[in-house]
Every structure is written in C-alpha cells, then in structure tokens.
T-cell receptor, first 112, second 108 residues
Framework: NAGVTQTPKFRILKIGQSMTLQCAQD?????MYWYRQDPGMGLKLIYY???????DKGEVPNGYNVSRSTTEDFPLRLELAAPSQTSVYFC???????????FGPGTRLTVT | GQNIDQPTEMTATEGAIVQINCTYQ??????LFWYQQHAGEAPTFLSY????GLEEKGRFSSFLSRSKGYSYLLLKELQMKDSASYLC?????????FGAGTTVTVRA
C-alpha cells in the first residue's frame, strides 16, 4: 500500500491564483482530513469527510473548498490565494472515527 | 472550543528520561492522542488514551487523567533519533485538535 499520497510536494503561487492540492489514499478509509501547519503552531483542521459525498468544515475553512466524490480522493481547492495561506498542508485518513490518523507527506505552499 | 497547552521545548541527554506534559480544556472529549513529528516530515502516531491510566508501548508511555484534563508522554532511554516535535491532540466528534507541539532535543 502507498498509504496517503499528496501532490504536489512544493508550490509557489501568486496572490489571486487558484490551485488544487491532491490527496489520495489506498487503504479504503472512510474518514479523511485536511490540516494546515504554520511554523511553531499545531495542526489546524480545515475540512474533513466521513465518507464519499459528505464533507464538513473544520476550524479554519475560510478560503478553501473540498469535494469527496470517491472514497480514495479528497482534493483541497484554493480559489483566490492569499499570503495568509502560506503553510504546510497535510492530508490524513483513518478507518474509524476513534482510530489513529495516517498522514500524507505534506504540500509546502508559498503565496507571494 | 479547545485549549491545549504543552511546553515549547525540552532538552535531555541520550539515555535519559523525559516527560512531556499536556493540559487541555475542551468542550467535548473522547480521548487523547500523541503524535511524533520529525522536522520536515508528517506526524506519525504514538499512542491513544481514552481511559484514565498509563499505557506503555516499548520505550514510550502515555498517561491520562480525564478529571484533571492532563496527560503526559514519557520517553525512556532516549536516543538521538527521538529528537522531534511531540504533538498532543484531543479527540472529539470525529476531529482532532492539536497543541502547538513540544520540540525535544536529545544531546549526546
């Protein structure tokens, strides 16, 4: 199993551009999550999904959108990039709501 | 909301023991996780406590007191590879809320 994969690994965006961060898992997990991690800070939950077709907002959803059309994929969309969205983005999945989350390697995004 | 506090940094010597404390105040609580995160890498799972008491897993142990809103992670026989950030996270209603993490530096 590849586990949780994320693309791209690095990206530089200009203010106002848009992009989609890709996340996929091959463990047949129902639960998937997007976090952002700023330097010296803990991970903040952006959006999560408890199954295909079901998504919900986390702690910091503004400026982002998600979709979950399949169990495997959970892309995160930035519509109008802002410098405040410069961060490291992690995707995670779990097979049960009380089990450990498996994290992808992260996407390092810079908005200038 | 969630308020989770843990020390910013700790330093210890190879072979020693270090205890990382975590206190939390939450509006809902189903359990507490500890994750390890090496610099530039993704977090990896260490432990999960849902009941009061000590859970031991090799060199790592985790303790939880729900009534006191308190947990600690104990790292024994420290090795250089244990230099990392340790994240305390409370679990409630499908979601994890993370503390800012404690950076542990192991010195030879």
């Amino acid at each position: 199993n590849a586990g949780v994969t994320q693309t791209p690994k690095f990206r530089i965006l200009k203010i106002g551009q848009s992009m989609t961060l890709q996340c996929a898992q091959d463990m047949n997990h129902n639960y998937m999550y997007w976090y952002r991690q700023d330097p010296g800070m803990g991970l903040k939950l952006i959006y999560y999904s408890v199954g295909a077709g079901i998504t919900d907002k986390g702690e910091v959803p503004n400026g982002y959108n998600v979709s979950r059309s399949t169990t495997e994929d959970f892309p995160l969309r930035l519509e109008l990039a802002a410098p405040s969205q410069t961060s490291v983005y992690f995707c995670a999945s779990s097979d049960n709501r009380v089990n450990e989350q498996y994290f992808g390697p992260g996407t390092r995004l810079t908005v200038t | 909301g969630q308020n989770i506090d843990q020390p910013t940094e700790m330093t210890a010597t190879e072979g020693a023991i270090v205890q990382i404390n975590c206190t939390y105040q939450t509006s809902g609580f189903n359990g507490l996780f500890w994750y390890q995160q090496h610099a530039g890498e993704a977090p990896t799972f260490l432990s999960y406590n849902v009941l009061d008491g000590l859970e031991e897993k090799g060199r790592f142990s985790s303790f939880l007191s729900r009534s006191k809103g308190y947990s600690y992670l104990l790292l024994k026989e420290l090795q250089m590879k244990d230099s990392a950030s340790y994240l305390c996270a409370t679990y409630n209603d499908y979601k994890l809320s993370f503390g800012a993490g404690t950076t542990v530096t192991v010195r030879a």
